[in-house]
């Protein structure tokens, strides 16, 4: 498990030529974020490319198939992501000739799950509701009796 203090971002396909020359980059830069990676090392990809960061406390390799809901969804939860860089995809144009399933599979597929997954952990968490909460000084929200937002003008007097 990470530092809880800082964000930890999920990371596809680090081990191919793109997020390979990423990590090592984004991990000097910016300390105060962790890196989950998940890649299915195909052919593409080569965790030698990677040896620099195995040792780094912030960053944590993980084999798996973007496809795989069930273990996106764990390392959603398990590492409380706050964001996602996706360099996973199927991206050699002969191999899409001989098998375009898998092309669509994981670029396609793949990329619905991630998002799909990143949307239900970010947005579907419930939310706490204020009755009343400031846009700017003319300007106000309030919820109405069937639970929507509604704008409404603020007048000087109700300052």
């Avoid at 090392?41 to 496809?67: Q, V």
């Avoid at 409380?80 to 996973?88: E, P, R």
């Avoid at 001989?98 to 947005?123: C, E, I, R, S």
Wanted: proline share 4%.
């Amino acid at each position: 498990m990470f530092d809880n203090n800082r964000k930890t971002i999920l990371v596809t396909g680090c081990a191919g030529f793109i997020g390979s020359n990423f990590v090592p980059y984004f991990l000097e830069k910016y300390s105060k974020y962790n890196i989950v990676n998940l890649d299915l090392l195909t052919y593409a990809g080569n965790l030698d490319n990677l040896k620099e960061c195995e040792n780094n406390p912030r960053y944590k390799f993980i084999k798996g198939d973007i496809c795989n809901r069930e273990l996106v969804e764990f390392i959603f939860n398990e590492y409380d992501i706050q964001g996602v860089i996706h360099f996973a995809a199927e991206s050699h144009v002969d191999n899409s000739i001989k098998n375009p399933a898998v092309f669509v599979q994981t670029n396609v597929t793949g990329t619905f799950t991630l998002v799909d997954v990143a949307y239900k952990h970010w947005m579907e968490k419930p939310f706490v509701y204020k009755e009343r909460f400031l846009v700017d000084s003319s300007h106000s929200f309030r919820m109405t009796d069937s639970g929507h937002p509604e704008l409404s003008s603020r007048h000087p007097e109700q300052s």
